[in-house]
Nanobody
Framework: VVHLVESGGGAVQAGGSLRLSCSAS???????MAWFRQAPGKEREGVAS????????TYADSVKGRFTISQDNTKTTVYLQMNSLKPEDTAMYYC???????????????????WGQGTQVTVSS
């Protein structure tokens, strides 16, 4: 079992920035880690993902150019740098992880095996 701990959420005004962190208890080169979010009354959606082997990243269209997913040198922590935040970015943000042979399904909800408890991001206008 992989334990994930998120941090870095909070309240910010529109146009501001936040950086979320997700620390994993265990990873290896075939690890996929991703961020998802769920706003009240809406379904959970994928935000960004990173497949460690090759550092392959994906982004939802709604966050491209504003959010950046990255990993630290220890490869146990993944960050989500969120810039130019909008009120519609308000949601509970969840970190997820999975071990995948080729990363083709990295970032797909059903492919993620481990989930964190979530961290709230609130963007006011």
């Amino acid at each position: 079992v992989v334990h994930l701990v998120e941090s870095g959420g909070g309240a910010v005004q529109a146009g501001g920035s936040l950086r979320l962190s997700c620390s994993a208890s265990y990873t290896h080169s075939k690890t996929c880690m991703a961020w998802f979010r769920q706003a009240p009354g809406k379904e959970r959606e994928g935000v960004a993902s990173i497949y460690f082997d090759g550092r392959i990243t994906t982004y939802a269209d709604s966050v491209k150019g504003r959010f950046t997913i990255s990993q630290d040198n220890t490869k146990t922590t993944v960050y989500l740098q969120m810039n130019s935040l909008k009120p519609e970015d308000t949601a509970m943000y969840y970190c997820a992880a999975a071990f995948q042979y080729d990363g083709k399904s990295c970032g797909r909800q059903r492919a993620m095996a481990y989930w964190g408890q979530g961290t709230q991001v609130t963007v006011s206008s």
